[in-house]
């Protein structure tokens, strides 16, 4: 498969990021994760983009920091700069790219502000959209639902720390769907993909990242129609996924930038 170089800044010893000026070219970056992403896109080709930067973001193999020039997007898709601009607009949009001028666009880096206002609002979105999905969810739901957890399982057990974080970002996201409030499902896809940076940054305690239980009786309390104990579990493990967060300084990442690209995903 066709690779993709980028500038990285590398985040060292809990200062901002430095620029590293290094271009790589062993970042490899699928046309398509099979996760289902959605954009609203109408070119296919800047859909295609989109999905899978926003998937290479969301797995961690884009750290927060790292330069998306359109020249460098555009030969790895054989895509023209106006497709590759579209693209990276929409990132934007969804607050996971930002875009400055004479500078070109970056994956975000949220403020230690900024995450606690992410986890505000899933806060108070996303057990309404628990409570939702108990309300409609039909058997075939929960057996999505349960094939997703086994998923996330898998990667834990194997240490693949970037695929369980995406993934539990992608469980979050199919509850929202069962809900059937698009609105509402589209506010929790930005707040999770905002939430996947936040991690990035101020995570400190691995088992709060996916923790292993609280999806499981989630996937329960939804299954039995149980709305306002959906909700409440929803609540509880939102308030557990803060607490495993650093939000005092910025942590420093460890590895040096050859063990930041070699993670898994």
């Not at 985040?11 to 000026?21: Q, T």
């Not at 109408?42 to 973001?57: F, G, N, V």
């Not at 628990?130 to 834990?156: M, P, S």
Request: aromatic share 4%; charged share 25%.
């Amino acid at each position: 498969m066709k690779m993709i170089g980028y500038e990285m800044r590398v985040p060292s010893h809990g200062n901002l990021c430095e620029d590293a000026s290094v271009s790589v070219s062993d970042i490899d970056i699928p046309a398509d994760d099979g996760r289902g992403l959605r954009t609203g896109l109408k070119s296919p080709r800047s859909a295609r983009i989109y999905e899978s930067l926003l998937a290479a973001i969301l797995d961690h193999r884009l750290a927060p920091g790292t330069r998306l020039p359109e020249d460098e997007v555009g030969a790895h898709f054989g895509a023209s700069r106006t497709i590759v601009r579209a693209a990276l607009q929409a990132l934007a949009h969804d607050h996971v790219v930002t875009i400055a001028p004479n500078r070109g666009a970056q994956v975000a880096e949220p403020s230690v502000a900024e995450a606690r206002h992410v986890f505000e609002a899933r806060s108070l979105i996303e057990p309404r959209v628990a409570a939702l999905a108990a309300g409609r969810a039909e058997a075939a739901d929960i057996e999505r639902l349960k094939v997703h957890l086994a998923e996330e399982h898998d990667a834990l057990a194997r240490d693949e720390q970037s695929r369980a974080i995406a993934l539990s970002a992608g469980f979050h996201n199919k509850v929202a769907e069962i809900a059937g409030q698009p609105i509402l499902e589209g506010f929790v896809r930005e707040l999770t993909s905002r939430s996947s940076l936040v991690v990035a940054l101020y995570w400190r305690r691995r088992d709060a990242i996916c923790e292993r239980h609280a999806h499981h009786e989630l996937v329960d309390a939804i299954g039995a129609g149980a709305a306002e104990r959906a909700a409440d579990l929803m609540r509880s493990h939102l308030v557990d996924i803060l607490s495993g967060l650093d939000l005092t300084q910025r942590p420093s990442r460890t590895g040096g930038l050859s063990g930041l690209l070699s993670m898994p995903r």
